[in-house]
């Protein structure tokens, strides 16, 4: 049994994927969640593969059942959490007028509803890992839309700059047990979700998933003392 353990959602593609990688590196048990069951497993092959622990659930995370299943399953499998990964999340661009019900619904409630249930969930948990060694982590996935606003991706840019100001309230309520929060705000990222921008920026502009690994991998070494609340990473000429 690995002596540390982390929860990553959205852990089948992109940023999630490469902090998972990363936290396998560094040895913690892995439960890794996501949606589609199929892309799922291709990304549990390749992290067993290198010899990593992982617990795979797949689950739709805009749900309460969905996500006390993945907390369950995590919990059955390793008893600890000592780093948690706030990251599934989903942009669904809209002009104002055009916003449509069911998909500011959607964003709503895996951007954000779905960290709120999270922390709930592995509060006891997390407070167990902050009393045991002073140095539980969370980090929860914003965007640099969360800083400064986006046309047309409104309703996400809200979601994140809630995801800040949750991660700001959290460092105040659960810092002195030993718990560090950080929101993590990145502009553009190569991965399936900016596919959508790639005519206009070229991937190689982007900033890379393993940059965001390595972000992460720098926060589980730093001292209890040492508390970043918020990591903005900005591409040049990327205005906040
Ligand atoms: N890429 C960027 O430019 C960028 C910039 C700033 C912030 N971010 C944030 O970074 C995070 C990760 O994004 P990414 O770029 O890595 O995106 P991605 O490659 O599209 O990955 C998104 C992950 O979330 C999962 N997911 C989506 N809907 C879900 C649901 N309802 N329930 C459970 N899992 C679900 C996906 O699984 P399925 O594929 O099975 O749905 C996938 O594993 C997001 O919070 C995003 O807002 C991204």
Redesign the pocket.
Known sequence: MPERAALV??????????IARVLGEEGYGLTV?????E??SV?VEELRAKGYEVEEV??????EE?IQRVVAAHRNRFGRLDVLV??????VGAPVADIVTKRAD?QL???LR?IILFYRECADLLRAAGAEHRNALVVN??????KGGAAWLSV?AA??AA?IGWTQSMNKELNGEGIKNVA???????????DF?KEHVSADK??T?ED?GEAVRYLLKTSPACVIPEIV?QRPGEAL
């Open positions: 959602t959205g852990a089948s593609s992109g940023i999630g994927l490469a969640a996501a949606r589609r069951p892309k799922l990304a797949a689950a739709n995370l805009t749900s969905e706030n990251n599934a999340g989903v942009g959607m409630d895996l951007n779905a996935l914003a965007s640099i839309a969360g996400y979601t994140k995801v993590l705000a990145p502009g553009f990222v190569d991965t399936p979700m900016s921008v982007m900033i998933p965001i990473f």
